[in-house]
């Protein structure tokens, strides 16, 4: 702990102030995004589960053809019987067996009926399933014409943002190492509780820049004097005086 520098209050003040201010840049920097990149996320998302939905239906819309092919062998099977057993009517030596083939020959005829009831009933399944799939890649298309324009519009922002954003990420992370651990620690917490990402504001027009609540001039003489981390009673933002937040600039 030998190393370890003492820092004044006012130096503290403006570490953090500098800290605010290179945040507040790479928010604008997100504002400015909004909610593309998580606009985008979702689409992917959902895109590629449309996707899945599009290959189940397909698998499903083959397992019905090999139905149909396996039906259409065996009504060739039944027909190719039916054909063997009138053949054979044709040599019956007596009524039982004349009786025992027509029964063959009915069997297969009812096989070949009931094959043909199923071959329609599969066509039907095949005919909505078919819609399903044509519904699917209509919303993939869709979808995916509306992800390529967040993309690009995203793209655009990161192109024109990139430099920027990566050169003020470098500088905050070297400013968070010049804050003292327990005021950064307040700070960022009072940070996420503001929408606007503002823990640290001046007084302006004798009032808290944050919450616009007034500042009576004694507790404002007591910012200028920089000894003291002085809070906004009202929102709890840490102030500092105008001049000192004209002082510190973020490039
Ligand atoms: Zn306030």
Known sequence: ????????????LSSLLSLQKIESKLDEIHVLKGELPMEVADLEDEIQGLHARQMRIEEE?????????????AIKEAQALEKKYEKDSENVKNNREFEAINKEIEMQQLEVKLCEKHIKDANEEIAE????????????????GVLNSKKGELEKIIATTEKEETHFVKQAEAAKSHVDPRLLASYEKIRNNYRN???????ERDA????????????????KQ??????????GRILVDSELNDNVEVK
């Open 226 to 235: 920089r000894k003291k981390i002085m809070v906004c009673e009202n929102c």
């Open 197 to 203: 990402g503002l823990a640290v504001v001046p007084v």
């Open 61 to 73: 819309i083959n397992g019905i053809t090999e139905f149909i092919e396996q039906k259409k062998n």
């Open 208 to 223: 808290c820049g944050g919450c616009f609540y007034s500042i009576p001039p004694q507790k404002q003489s007591e910012i």
């Open 129 to 144: 399933k078919a819609q399903a799939l044509e519904k699917a890649k209509k919303a993939i298309a869709s979808k995916e």
């Open 1 to 12: 702990m030998a190393n370890v520098k003492e820092y004044s209050v006012e130096e503290k």
